[in-house]
């Protein structure tokens, strides 16, 4: 959780100013835009992309550099 203001440490009876009202709205809304970006069509078929990649991936042997000759 982000630092600075904490809804739940305020005093009882304290009055919330209208700029940090909004500021608490638009860091809700910013968060849950994350989420819903990974709900917007195709990227089903990106997830499955990188699925295939990282499969891929796995199966193939790990490639060794070869050491040049030493000076």
């Given amino acids: 959780m982000a ?3 904490d809804e739940g440490r305020r005093e ?3 009055e919330i100013d209208a700029r940090e ?3 608490i709205r638009r ?4 968060a849950d835009a994350e ?15 990188i699925q ?3 499969a891929k991936a796995a199966n193939e042997p790990v490639k060794r550099r ?3 000759p030493r000076a």
Avoid: I
């Avoid at 989420?35 to 499955?48: H, I, N, Q, S």
């Fill in 35 to 49: 989420a819903r970006a990974l709900l917007r069509p195709g990227m089903g078929k990106v997830f499955k992309q």
């Fill in 21 to 23: 009202v909004a500021r």
């Fill in 66 to 68: 070869r050491r040049g």
């Fill in 12 to 14: 009882p009876g304290a």
């Fill in 27 to 30: 860091r809700d809304r910013d």
């Fill in 3 to 5: 630092e600075g203001f």
């Fill in 52 to 54: 295939d990649a990282q």
